[in-house]
């Protein structure tokens, strides 16, 4: 299973960006998993930011109003479109992947955001 992840990269505050991921070698079909987006700020822990499974999305408050997954099936990718991005964003964003509940066992390697003041 590879999950790649691109569009990272510095904006300043106020700007947008879109993280996509992309999927393959997944042992069931796309639409059957949980995709998910987390992310790693310089001396914190990893933390939720977003989820898509079948029709339904969930957001950390954090990122709710402002952040928007969703995913396209016919290319096994998902993307996190950010808006009105805050320094506090600044992190390694990681994509995730999970068919049942108890953890996701399929991770990418992440890509930085940064948002500068």
């Known amino acids: 299973v590879q999950l790649v992840e691109s569009g990272g990269g510095l904006v300043q505050a106020g700007g947008s960006l879109r993280l996509s991921c992309a999927a393959s070698g997944l042992p069931s079909p796309f639409s059957y998993f949980t995709m998910a987006w987390f992310r790693q700020a310089a001396g914190k822990g990893r933390e939720f930011v977003a989820r898509i499974s079948g029709g339904s999305e969930y957001y950390a408050d954090s990122t709710k109003g402002r952040f928007t997954i969703s995913r396209d099936t016919a290319t096994n990718t998902v993307y996190l479109q950010m808006n009105s991005l805050k320094p506090e964003d600044t992190a390694v964003y990681y994509c995730?992947?999970?068919?049942?509940?108890?953890?996701?066992?399929?991770w990418g390697q992440g890509t930085q955001v940064t948002v500068s003041s």
């Open positions: 995730a992947a999970q068919m049942t509940s108890g953890g996701y066992p399929y």
